[in-house]
């Protein structure tokens, strides 16, 4: 399957997302989760993924503690904090703005 770059500025809105949705999940799970809702589409590399969920933990985005996988390998676990949910909806706003622009852009092109 072809996969298609994931589009610049949209990596936090797409972690913060998933995470809304499950309480908590590693960063493998994170990325299988993006794949999957894509339908395969998109794919997040681990050299993209770990730098975003370590600035999300420096912004106080997401919180990470350690634990065990179901296959018991030990696995640093993000959660959304409150003020993840608050960029969650700035994130999402922003996104569904420039969407909206550059639908207008190609229906009047």
Request: charged share 25%; no cysteine; hydrophobic share 40%.
């Amino acid at each position: 399957m072809h996969r298609d770059e994931i589009p610049p500025g949209t990596l936090y809105l797409m972690i913060l997302k998933t995470l809304a949705r499950r309480r908590e999940l590693h960063g493998y799970e994170i990325a299988k989760t993006i794949q999957q809702n894509s339908e395969d589409v998109l794919q997040v590399e681990e050299g993209s993924l770990y730098p975003a969920l370590q600035r999300m933990l420096v912004k106080g985005w997401v919180k990470a503690s350690w634990g065990a996988t179901a296959e018991n390998r030990r696995a640093r676990f993000y959660r959304l904090t409150p003020l993840g949910r608050k960029q969650l909806e700035i994130e999402q706003s922003q996104f569904e703005r420039v969407v909206n622009a550059i639908t207008r852009v190609i229906q009047t092109a």
